[in-house]
Structure formats: structure tokens, C-alpha cells
């Protein structure tokens, strides 16, 4: 099944007289299941691609079909539904919450969704133990390492059962080694069914994944599967 479906997507930004065309163009499937490298030069789109499959942002022209469904017309509140269902993100940045506990943090999305206590905490647990953090339930992320922060993000990310992971630059503030256990992580929420797409400078990076995608000045510059996957091995620190 294709779950992304993006057909002649332009984008241009407006700010006053100025206009910059992000996009020009993009058309592009994923199937259920993938795992996708999105790779390419700083400026080249990679963001503003994410954040339109990731339903933050809407194309100026073209057409998006979700999972089936075209949501190129949809209003803000509809929006905001489907991609609390489907689209779980990850950024390079973590943006936990400071002053929430490990716990507390994986629970917002939940809280958001209208979840009673009872059933978010039992599913922050779930998803906590998932990626190996059932021990620092009550830490505050400053007392975590800057891996257990991005396995914190995922763990929020997984709270709704996303069809989809979108992940900008997830390793981009981890050392290699922790770079590779978060990379083994999404292999596992891939082997599981989950799509993930995950934008990425570093070639090593994009090894762990099935297809690599580079873009160039808002257009796709080639496409293809990655012959040389790597399997991410080693225990999660
Ligand atoms: N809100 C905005 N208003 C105007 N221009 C924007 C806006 N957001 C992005 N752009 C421009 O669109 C182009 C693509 O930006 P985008 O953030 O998608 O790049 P990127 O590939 O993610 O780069 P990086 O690797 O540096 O994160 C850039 O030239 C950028 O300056
Ligand atoms: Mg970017």
C-alpha cells in the first residue's frame, strides 16, 4: 500500500514582495513499510518536504494523498487530526519539555488526543520500555545523555501508533555510536510496519535505511534503493 503520495508538489514562500520557490515540483511515493533516507544539500527542500508529508504545512500546488485519502483540501482542524493519527515526529533538537519527567514528556501527545490518566500512563510505559528507558521514568531530560533524550522523543512519537515517523536530522546533535543505537531503533519500529523517513547529511547514516533520496534546489535529484543496507547491531546504553 502507498501510504505517501505526493504528485508535482511546489512550494513557495511568501514573506511581502519576496517569493522563493522551496519546491518546484516534487512528486514522490512511499509505501507502507519503507524506510527512506531523505538526503541533500543545506536549503535543497528537506525540511519544508518533512514538514508538508508531516501535515505542518500545505503545498502551494499539487496534490498529497495520505494513506489513501486526499488531504490536499483539508482544513486546519482536520488536518491536525490526521496527523495526530498517522504522523509521529522527531527532531534534531529533542524539544522535551524541561520541566516535564521522562514520563510526563511521552504522555503529552496523549494528553492532547484526550486520553484519561489511567490509559497514558499505561501506554508512555509501553512505548518507555520499548526504547529501554523503563528505568529513568522520573528524570528530567537534563539529567539524561543526548541519546536517551532522542529515545525519549521517539517514545513521544510512538505514543499515538503513528503509520508514519518522520525523523529531520535525528542524529545530527548524537555522537556516531549513539547514532547508530537510534538508527537501530527505528530499524525496529520499521521491522514492525511502521514507515519511517528520516532526513540525513551523513552518508553513514543513510545506510541503515532502504532508499535514498536526494534533493537538489526543491527538486528530487535521484531515487533509489540502497543496495548496501546495514544492519545496526549493539544493546541500547
Ligand atoms: N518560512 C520560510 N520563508 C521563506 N523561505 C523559507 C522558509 N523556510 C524555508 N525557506 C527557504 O526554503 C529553502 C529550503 O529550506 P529547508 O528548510 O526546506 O531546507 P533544508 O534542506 O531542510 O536545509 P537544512 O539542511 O539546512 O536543514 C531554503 O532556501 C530556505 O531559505
Ligand atoms: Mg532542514
Known amino acids: 500500500m502507498t501510504v505517501v503520495s505526493l504528485q508535482q508538489v511546489r512550494k513557495v514562500y511568501k514573506s511581502g514582495a519576496l517569493e522563493f520557490e522551496a519546491l518546484k515540483g516534487v512528486s514522490l511515493e512511499i509505501r507502507q513499510g519503507e524506510m527512506v533516507a531523505l538526503m541533500g544539500p543545506s536549503g535543497s527542500g528537506k525540511t519544508t518536504l518533512m514538514q508538508i508529508i508531516g501535515l505542518l504545512d500545505r503545498p ?51 494528553t492532547y488526543a484526550g486520553y484519561g490518566p489511567q490509559e497514558r500512563r499505561e ?3 509501553e512505548v518507555l520500555q520499548k526504547v529501554g528507558l523503563g528505568n529513568k521514568l522520573k528524570n528530567l531530560p537534563s539529567q539524561l545523555s543526548g541519546g536517551q533524550k532522542q529515545r525519549v522523543a521517539i517514545a513521544r512519537a510512538l505514543t499515538m501508533r503513528p503509520s508514519i ?61 540502497n543496495p548496501h543496507r546495514k544492519r545496526a547491531v549493539g544493546g541500547v546504553a
Not at 543505537?181 to 532526513?199: A, K
Not at 541503515?208 to 535521484?222: K, L, P
Open 60 to 110: 502551494t500546488e499539487g496534490r498529497y494523498i495520505l494513506a489513501g485519502r486526499d488531504v490536499t483540501t483539508l482544513t486546519e482542524n482536520e488536518r491536525a487530526e490526521v496527523r495526530n493519527q498517522e504522523i509521529g515526529f522527531v527532531f534534531q533538537a529533542f524539544h522535551l519539555l524541561p520541566r516535564l519527567s521522562v514520563l510526563e514528556n511521552v504522555e503529552v501527545p496523549l
Open 123 to 125: 501506554r508512555a510505559l
Open 165 to 225: 515517523l518522520l525523523a529531520d536530522e535525528p542524529t545530527g546533535n548524537l555522537d556516531s555510536k549513539t547514532a547508530v543505537e537510534v538508527m537501530r531503533l527505528f530499524q525496529e519500529l520499521n521491522d514492525e510496519g511502521t514507515s519511517v523517513i528520516i532526513v540525513t547529511h551523513e552518508p553513514d547514516i543513510a545506510e541503515y535505511t532502504g532508499r535514498i533520496v536526494r534533493i537538489r534546489d526543491g527538486q528530487i535529484e535521484s531515487d533509489g534503493p
